[in-house]
């Protein structure tokens, strides 16, 4: 029989229309019920308690078990926020917005209210705030204020097991003030409480770090996921999602992708291919009706990442493509089906360039395994991964390496000092960083004039803790601040704040026409300048058509004008102080411009060598290339000596923002990057390389290259 059966494919839906939102809110009701069978509620009590009568408490459960969204609402009723704040860090901004704008649905409070959210550049909290979502950078930058954190009667450290540098260094700075301040009090009475709250079973570790305080957990049930490797890695993604989409019975489906643009160009592939199939006679499960596609990845509007949250309307399947995001920090309901990648993007030291780079890496076992398990929360489910059991053998570890030891420590030693934790190596870590990365933060604090020979933080070191950038970037608006001409310095900024101005889209005849509009732009201001041509953008007049008009993306701009003005409040602060540096400067504007640029970008120079190759000056001489999306691509013959700001690195190392400077203007700052042996600093002695530990460093290193080796071929 030819029952008609109605062809929808939903994109996506801006905004909801008046009709979806009536089931919306049918569907809120229903989930304030659902909050009072996860399975964290029937501990309440004992939760309450044990956070009550202990400094420290570990807390561990399944992911979407309610730890998150729950435990500061148990809090709250107990009436611990009349003893201060109860505040909750996230390692990601994304999770702090979004779980305290459900939170304060399920509690019935405006946000910004009583519940509100502080992530860097976006503070949306008031003198009502009693539950406050933050990231875990934007604690420890209170902790800078207020060492005590006075204001605070608990602070839950969320999403421990992501390991996270700043949650890292929170938990050796809590430990390091909460043991002590506790031997002191005799009368047993807890002023400030920590709980650190985790997924996996990492707990025992994190317990005994935190002198061996309770642990509990939270039992839950899950379901067998099963799983299938492929055959071998490749863009295999979209085609998979759809074989799950016309051959397995109705239940939502999760993608585990790397970024945005990969996000971006698998929806609208899902979306192209999803529009020939005929569910009269493709689709196995015939309750199946449609696809609705959906992306979620951290830049993306607030609105739209509510929709993922919704269940679909009854015969659709919703389809979510993600990034790491999905994996713990958020929790949607209904997903059976996992197709996973086997890949995340990471910012990782690279010691062949010595800068961090986002680099695109395999994923560790556990991460593949915890990206099945969300398949298994409610029934069985199944994870299709991309890659081969030999994949999984050869290039994957067994667990991730904690950020704390690829990362770059740089802001983290300065704040580390600010505090006054002079031996940065003793310092309690639950991992302790490798010593070479430790020193090569103090080496880099020390050529930015932030530290002194003794290891000290200076008047300028300060300065530069005084601002969430880049200590370079910082230094170079100081410099500009000095000048008097902060007007230029703020706004770049700003720009090189947020993620992704020029929009890049996925059609080849769109790109073409994106990247000439691009051009032109760079032309306009001046050209051969990357930097000024971020500049140019941030002033130009009438800005939501014109950005539309030129591929830009019109909410990062509005972005960077929230985060200039937040930068301009900063520094306004500091200028009223009265050692705030002045200088004076006799040149033209481009001159001035660049020469500040210089001041912080001392340590991203190359000259070039031969034909299209430069070599950078830091002592590592890369052979680096200018990126194609540089204005300065193509002329690179006219150049000599230029300054970037970041890198990236495929089988070649390329240069992304750029402009040219004299060798006159770095030639008296170039010395002090090979001026100190970083041993100086941290006053310890050289000590024997510990060859096991080495080895083992290598053997990661080699794995993870040979992945990467692996998806460039794709
Ligand atoms: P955990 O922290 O233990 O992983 P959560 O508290 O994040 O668990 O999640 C508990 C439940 O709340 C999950 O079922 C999840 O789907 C739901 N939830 C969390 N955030 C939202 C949201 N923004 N909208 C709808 N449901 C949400
Ligand atoms: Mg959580």
């Not at 015939?286 to 919704?310: A, N």
């Not at 460093?697 to 990467?708: D, F, H, M, N, Y």
Request: glycine share 6%.
């Amino acid at each position: 029989s030819l029952r008609k059966k109605p062809f929808i494919h939903f994109r996506i839906m801006s905004k909801p229309n008046k009709h979806e939102s009536k089931r919306g809110s049918k569907r809120e009701s229903k989930r304030c019920v659902e909050a009072q069978c996860l399975p964290i509620l029937q501990h309440k009590a004992t939760l309450t308690k044990l956070v009550k009568d202990n400094v420290f408490l570990v807390v561990t459960g399944e992911t979407g078990s309610g730890k998150t969204t729950q435990l500061p609402q148990y809090l709250y009723e107990a009436g611990l926020w009349k003893g201060g704040i109860i505040g909750i860090t996230q390692p990601r901004r994304v999770a702090a917005i979004t779980v305290a704008q459900r939170v304060s649905q399920e509690m019935h409070f405006t946000l910004g209210k009583e519940v509100g959210y502080q992530v860097r550049f976006d503070d949306c909290t008031s003198q009502a705030t009693v539950v406050k979502y933050m990231t875990d950078g934007c604690l420890l930058r209170e902790i800078l204020a207020d060492p005590g954190l006075s204001q605070y009667s608990v602070v839950i450290l969320d999403e421990a097991h992501e390991r996270s540098l700043n949650t890292d260094i929170l938990l050796g700075l809590l430990k390091k003030t909460l043991l002590q301040a506790d031997k002191g009090s005799k009368d047993g009475s807890v002023r400030l409480r920590v709980v650190v709250m985790s997924a996996t079973l990492e707990t025992d570790k994190l317990s005994t770090f935190l002198g061996h305080c309770p642990v509990f957990t939270i039992p839950g049930r899950t379901f067998p996921v099963t799983s299938r490797f492929g055959n071998a890695i490749g863009p295999k993604e979209v085609d998979i999602a759809l074989e799950v989409h016309v051959s397995e019975v109705a239940g939502d489906i999760l993608v585990f992708l790397t970024g945005q643009s990969e996000i971006e160009k698998a929806c609208d592939m899902l979306y192209e291919k999803a529009e020939s199939i005929d569910y009269r006679y493709d689709v196995q499960d015939q309750t199946v009706e449609g696809l609705l596609i959906l992306p979620l990845y951290g830049s993306m509007p607030t609105d739209q990442q509510r929709q993922i949250f919704q269940a679909p309307p009854s015969g659709i399947r919703k389809c979510v493509v993600a990034t790491n995001i999905a994996a713990t920090s958020l929790t949607i309901n209904g997903i059976k089906y996992i197709v996973d990648s086997g890949f995340v993007k990471q910012l990782n030291h690279n010691s062949r360039v010595g800068m961090d780079i986002l680099e695109v890496v395999p994923i560790s076992k556990s991460e593949a395994q915890q990206r099945a398990g969300r398949a298994g929360r409610t029934s069985a489910g199944k994870c299709f991964r991309i890659y081969s059991n030999e994949f999984w053998e050869k290039c994957m570890l067994d667990y991730t390496v904690p950020e704390i030891q690829r990362a770059s420590l740089t802001s983290v030693v300065l704040t580390l000092k600010c505090l006054g934790v002079h031996d940065v190596i003793r310092f309690p870590y639950l991992d302790h960083p490798e010593e070479r990365l430790l020193l090569e933060a103090l080496k880099q604090l020390y050529q930015f004039d932030a530290i002194d020979r003794r290891g000290q933080v200076t008047q300028l070191g300060r300065l530069i803790m005084e601002f969430p950038l880049h200590p370079g970037l910082t230094r170079a608006l100081l410099k500009a601040a000095a000048y008097g001409c902060e007007d230029i310095l703020l706004p770049l900024a700003a720009m090189l704040s947020v993620e992704n101005i020029f929009i890049r889209p996925g059609h080849p005849e769109k790109q073409k026409e994106a990247d000439k509009k691009q051009r032109n732009m760079a032309a306009q201001s001046g050209g051969m300048n990357d930097f000024a041509t971020l500049l140019s953008v941030f002033q130009c007049d009438s800005p939501s058509a014109w950005c539309k008009e030129n591929w830009i993306h019109w909410r990062a701009l509005k972005s960077a004008f929230s985060i200039e003005t937040q930068l301009r409040e900063i520094l306004l602060r500091l200028q009223q102080k009265k050692d705030f540096p002045v200088e004076t400067f006799a040149g033209n504007k481009s001159e001035l411009f660049r020469r500040c640029l210089c001041t912080g970008y001392f340590t991203n120079v190359a000259r070039r060598s031969i034909g299209k190759i430069f070599s950078t000056m830091d002592g590592h001489g890369t052979a680096v290339h200018v990126h194609p999306s540089s204005s300065l691509f193509d002329q690179e013959a006219e150049l000599d000596w230029v300054i970037f700001h970041d890198m990236m690195v495929t089988s070649r190392v390329y240069l992304r923002t750029v402009c040219p400077i004299r060798y006159d203007w770095v030639k008296d700052l170039l010395p002090k990057l090979h001026e100190v042996d970083a041993y100086e600093l941290s006053n310890i002695a050289r000590e024997e390389v510990n060859e096991e530990e080495l080895a083992k460093l290598e053997s990661k290193e080699a794995k993870r290259q040979k992945g990467i080796l692996k998806l460039e071929k794709r």
